[in-house]
């Protein structure tokens, strides 16, 4: 995907992981994230950093409140851990450790400050995606 939309050529002994796990290419301009659910997988590309998580909407649902929300359907319940898990991927931080650090009663707040990013969300059939980003749009193609 790289070289087809970007032109850039990379092997296996260019990809690096952050401390926490995030991959990325070293010397290279664009960043991207990477997400997977029962069986689906999602990449971001941007020229800024990017997170990206995607969720299958479960079948069952029992509402309880979740980043200072209490989702009314497993819909919003996957649209909210997804928001979460992207900014997150964002900042490349341990997923088990900063997810406790999301409040989203009131805006984005993260680790106690109040963050200006755009989330974009998707839905297709029962999955859903959300992309932390600070684009304001997204060019969005299936393989």
Same mark, same amino acid.
């Given at each position: 995907?790289?070289?087809?939309?970007? %032109?850039?050529?990379a092997t296996e002994?260019?990809?690096?992981?952050?401390?926490?796990?995030?991959?990325y290419i070293e010397?290279?301009?664009?960043?991207?994230?990477?997400?997977?659910?029962? %069986?689906?997988?999602?990449?971001?590309?941007?020229?800024?950093?990017?997170?990206?998580?995607?969720?299958?909407?479960?079948?069952? +649902?029992?509402?309880?409140?979740? @980043?200072?929300?209490?989702?009314?359907?497993?819909?919003?319940?996957?649209?909210? @851990?997804?928001?979460?898990?992207?900014?997150?991927?964002?900042?490349?931080?341990?997923?088990?450790?900063?997810?406790?650090?999301?409040? +989203?009663?009131? %805006?984005?707040?993260?680790? %106690?400050?109040?963050?200006?990013?755009? +989330?974009?969300?998707?839905?297709?059939?029962?999955?859903?995606?959300?992309?932390?980003?600070?684009?304001?749009?997204? +060019?969005?193609?299936?393989?």
């Open positions: 995907l790289l070289k087809s939309e970007y %032109g850039i050529t002994f260019d990809l690096k992981k952050t401390e926490h796990g995030k991959p010397n290279c301009p664009i960043h991207f994230s990477i997400t997977h659910s029962k %069986g689906n997988i999602a990449i971001a590309f941007s020229k800024n950093n990017v997170g990206v998580d995607e969720e299958v909407v479960r079948d069952t +649902f029992t509402a309880r409140q979740i @980043f200072g929300v209490t989702p009314k359907d497993a819909t919003e319940y996957a649209l909210l @851990f997804t928001k979460a898990e992207a900014l997150v991927k964002y900042y490349a931080s341990s997923i088990l450790l900063d997810l406790k650090k999301i409040d +989203f009663s009131n %805006g984005v707040i993260y680790n %106690g400050e109040k963050i200006d990013l755009n +989330f974009l969300t998707f839905k297709q059939d029962e999955l859903v995606i959300t992309v932390a980003t600070e684009e304001t749009s997204l +060019f969005v193609t299936s393989l």
